[in-house]
């Protein structure tokens, strides 16, 4: 069984450029969220992809964007790029199909904007 | 709204003793609670869950506490090892929307 991959590990963007971070869910999960962890702070839920449809979105502007795609994997899209967007991003997995579903957390993807 | 605390932001204890980190939580709609360990580097990593019509649930060497009334979490490690320091986050779901609601965090540091 293969576990929740992110791409890439880290990355350098500099203020106003875009960026695109990918996350491949692990086996047999469909359900795909993504999280951002400030230094020293815990994640904080962005958005959630189900079936290739968001479901389920935080309290982050429109520039933060998402796919899923029909394999389940997916994209974290973030234009105008910010320097407190500097942080590590997550996505993690699930299996759907009621409540209590335990998410599988990838390692990371560490964004700096300069 | 809806938040979750932790009491402690660092908490240090010997090698072999037990350690019990708090948690609290505001939102009285939340039905599941997690406890994640992040070691550095790394993403979350899953430890143990209770749902909100238990009190008390044990796994290998950890037990999680959860008191409703007061809306408090716990969570226990025995024999604490030295592959136990890390950083402890305790999140809450409901609703059925599997959005996970995480705390700042508790640094537990073994001291050999």
């Known amino acids: 069984e293969t576990g929740v991959t992110q791409s890439p590990t880290h990355l350098i963007k500099t203020r106003g450029q875009q960026v695109t971070l990918r996350c491949s869910s692990q086996s047999g999960h469909n359900t795909v969220s993504w999280y951002q962890q400030a230094l020293g702070q815990g994640p904080q839920f962005i958005f959630q992809?189900?079936?290739?449809?968001?479901?389920g979105r935080g309290n982050f502007p429109p520039r933060f964007s998402g796919l899923q795609f029909p394999n389940y994997s997916s994209e974290l899209n973030v234009n105008a790029l910010e320097l407190d967007d500097s942080a590590l991003y997550l996505c993690?997995?699930?299996?759907?199909?009621?409540?209590?579903?335990?998410?599988?957390f990838g390692p990371g993807t560490r964004l700096t904007v300069l | 709204g809806e938040s979750v605390g932790l009491h402690l932001p660092t908490l240090s204890v010997q090698e072999g003793d037990n350690s019990i980190i708090n948690c609290a939580y505001s939102?009285?709609?939340?039905?599941?609670f997690i406890w994640y360990k992040q070691e550095s580097g790394k993403g979350p990593q899953f430890i143990i869950d209770i749902r909100s019509n238990m009190d008390k649930r044990q796994g290998q060497r950890v037990t999680v506490l959860l008191n409703k009334t007061v809306k408090h979490l716990s969570l226990q490690i025995a024999a604490t090892q030295p592959g136990d320091s890390a950083v402890y986050f305790c999140a809450e779901e409901g609703g059925g929307n599997e959005k996970l609601t995480f705390g700042t965090g508790t640094r537990l540091t073994i001291i050999p």
């Open positions: 993690a997995s699930s299996p759907r199909g009621g409540q209590y579903n335990e998410q599988f």
């Open positions: 992809y189900y079936r290739e449809e968001e479901n």
């Open positions: 939102n009285s709609a939340s039905d599941y």
